[in-house]
């Protein structure tokens, strides 16, 4: 008995093996690109032509890729967190990257709490801005517009997206479940109302026929025993016949009354507690530890009550091996002075993958109102589940309470559509933002891209070279490398030639990282 759970918990892994395997695909897939894009990118930042020292670039790669490879599988578990690192790995290229598109979108996706979406969202923009700032020479305005823009289009724009999809779909998700109660609810109607019909015609069989049927066998036992020295044996056998007959339709009649009264047809009516055992050793069957525990003297219960207190048992039981599979159950009746307790309970087990709309609990409290009884359930606090009623031994019926028809589903209704509109509303923001920081980049002045006079006139032979290319521009007319090792880059001039011929150029050179020569170049 112990083998079948073993062997239930297997077969669920493998099948939610085989389920998942296309989506470890596509997410080892989807890691990959993104780690390869973001080692390309680092590439194209720090590649430069005619360097010597390779070392350097190949580990910047190498962060890029392995740090993209660790990242993007974590923005599922916190996607907050792998956005923040996400940022910090784009500092390797300049801010932008394409591994933030598909992080913005799982924080917009996936997290719930305000307070660290703002400061996740303010370290990323921080991030965005500080790349920008590293890997250029332009002034810090310029490059928080630029920052400013690249944030909204990588990281607050797919996050927006990402949070309007998210809602979308807990919206048709909600309005599924919503659709299956109805459902469910409809056909609960429609049993509720061929109940009724069944109660109408037992109450009609009963009036009708049964006391004639009553009266019909009492008139000829009667008529038996005064008429049996009279009668001929044929007549004696005529009575004793009319009398069983009647006798069996009587009983036939109570069968059928029986039949109609129930509400399922495997539930026979008027069960009792004394045929709890036979619930708990069916449920033993399934391999399931069930421990039944009887406590007090037993009392005599009204049908009603003894019926409930058994549905109680039954339908805690059925509810833990479904809800909890594999978790020990532990069920009590106990007879106190004043009440009969019935107790479920269970520990956490396999949860219940399916859809449960708690109609078996809905059913099972109205049924143990009518006997007088209060039911209560809800979660534990070791995570389990249980279920208790308390019968009273002479309690009367309360007046049935009233549930809302709708529940709280248009609340989520107005939840989900609130969310939908500050969702659109930060996509709006994100691009206001993105498309006024681009305008901006405009009015802003960027590095300019010639050498001015004074710059050149300053520059001594000798000079260190990181010293010297931090005051250079980043556009250049061309590079050339002599076969004597000296590096030549030609530079744009601000000034105008004083011949009037050609236009001016500044040629400076560097050999073994100092200043070699300058000169001036008309072209």
């Known amino acids: 008995m112990t083998v079948n759970p073993v062997l239930s918990v297997v077969g669920r ?30 590439l194209a930042f720090w590649f430069e032509p005619f360097q010597d020292e390779r070392l350097p670039l190949v580990l910047i790669m190498l ?66 801005v500080a790349g920008v700032d590293l890997q250029t020479r332009n002034p810090f305005a310029y490059c928080v517009l630029l920052g400013l823009m690249l944030f909204c289009l990588t990281v607050l724009l797919p996050a927006a997206v990402g949070a309007m999809v998210a809602q979308r779909r807990l919206l048709v998700m909600t309005m599924h479940q919503r659709n299956v109660e109805l459902h469910q609810e409809r ?17 009609e069989l009963h009036d009708s026929l049964g006391s004639r049927l009553t009266l019909l066998s009492l008139y000829t036992g009667g008529l038996a025993q005064s008429s049996a020295a009279t009668l001929p044996p044929k007549g004696q056998e005529a009575l004793a016949l009319m009398r069983d007959t009647s006798a ?7 069968q059928i009354l029986r039949v109609l009264h129930q509400d399922d047809v495997r539930d ?24 039944l525990v ?50 479920v309970g269970n520990r956490a087990g396999q949860p219940y993958e399916g859809i449960s709309t708690g109609q078996g609990l809905h059913g099972l409290a109205e049924r143990v109102r009518l006997a007088g009884g209060v039911l209560s359930h809800g979660p534990t606090d070791e995570g389990g589940f249980r279920l208790l009623a308390m ?11 009233r549930t809302p028809a709708n529940g709280d589903f248009p609340q989520e209704l107005r939840k989900s559509s609130r969310r939908q509109r500050m969702g659109a509303g930060a996509v709006i923001v994100s691009l206001v933002l993105s498309l006024g920081s681009c305008v901006g980049t405009f009015f802003v002045p960027a590095t300019p ?75």
């Open 268 to 291: 026979a009516a008027g069960r009792s507690l004394n045929e709890v055992e036979e619930t708990v050793a069916s449920g033993r069957g399934t391999g399931t530890d069930i421990e």
């Open 187 to 203: 056909q609960l109607l429609i049993d509720q109302a061929q109940m009724r019909e069944r109660n109408r015609i037992a109450a």
């Open 13 to 42: 892994v493998r099948s939610a093996y085989r389920a998942d395997r296309l989506r470890l695909a596509y997410e080892a897939v989807l890691t990959l690109f993104l780690a390869l894009t973001t080692a390309l990118l680092c």
């Open 294 to 343: 009887r406590r007090g003297e037993p009392r005599p219960l009204r049908l009603l009550a003894e019926h409930a207190g058994y549905r109680v048992v039954q339908e805690g039981i059925t509810n833990a091996l479904r809800h909890a599979g594999g978790a020990p159950v532990r069920v009590e009746v106990r007879y106190e002075d004043d009440a009969l307790v019935v107790e």
């Open 248 to 254: 069996q339709a009587m009983s036939e009649l109570r």
């Open 63 to 128: 962060a890029g890729f392995v740090g993209t490879l660790v990242v993007v599988p974590l923005r599922i578990i916190s996607p907050m967190t792998a956005l923040v690192l996400g940022a910090l790995l784009s500092l390797l290229t300049a801010g932008s990257s394409v591994a933030l598109i598909l992080l913005g979108a799982a924080v917009g996706y996936r997290s719930r709490r305000a307070s660290s979406i703002g400061l996740g969202l303010a370290a990323v923009l921080m991030c965005c």
């Open 449 to 523: 891209g010639a050498v001015s006079r004074e710059l050149f006139d300053s520059l001594t032979v000798g000079d260190d070279q990181v010293a010297v290319d931090e005051n250079l521009p980043i556009d250049m007319v061309e590079t050339t490398v002599n076969t004597d090792g000296v590096t030549c880059t030609t530079y744009y001039a601000q000034d105008r030639p004083s011949t009037g011929d050609g236009e001016l150029h500044y040629e400076i050179c560097f050999k073994d990282g100092v200043l070699d020569s300058k000169r001036e170049l008309i072209q």
């Open 391 to 401: 019968l009273p031994y002479g309690g009367e019926v309360p007046e049935p309470g």
